[in-house]
């Protein structure tokens, strides 16, 4: 079974960039959607974006667009999540995700259930 293991996070202060990375382990995630969901302390997790099997459609959280883009490159495997502008309310654990079912609405994208393997998670604390 593939695992997915995420890296790049850290401490970090307000307004700087960080780019996280989910690679697999053990196979690929080439035919999956790909996502990344976060969760800060004493709250849910949220979505943040996600990404097609080919990278044509993304979709983001409210709360991130237009700082944070997700990529990838089924060529080599890795998905990143390119975090810019970052804010206290940015901290949070962040777990890369993969969906076996085919691209889907929003709303759909957005929810936990809707994904079917998980990473560790990897921790971003952005200091004030």
């Known amino acids: 079974q593939v695992q997915l293991v995420e890296s790049g996070g850290g401490l970090v202060q307000a307004g700087a960039s960080l780019r996280l990375s989910c690679a697999p382990s053990?196979?690929?995630?080439?035919?999956?959607?790909m996502g990344w969901f976060r969760q800060a302390p004493g709250k849910e997790r949220e979505f943040v974006a996600a990404i097609s099997r080919t990278g044509g459609g993304t979709y983001y959280a409210d709360s991130v667009k237009g700082r944070f883009t997700i990529s990838r490159d089924n060529a080599k495997n890795p998905v990143y999540l390119q975090m810019n502008s970052l804010k206290p309310e940015d901290t949070a654990i962040y777990y890369c995700?993969?969906?076996?079912?085919?691209?889907?609405?929003?709303?759909?994208?957005?929810?936990?259930?809707?994904?079917?393997?998980w990473g560790q998670g990897t921790q971003v604390t952005v200091s004030s």
């Open positions: 995700a993969a969906r076996f079912g085919p691209w889907a609405s929003y709303v759909t994208v957005a929810t936990e259930n809707a994904w079917n393997a």
């Open positions: 053990g196979g690929t995630f080439s035919n999956d959607v």
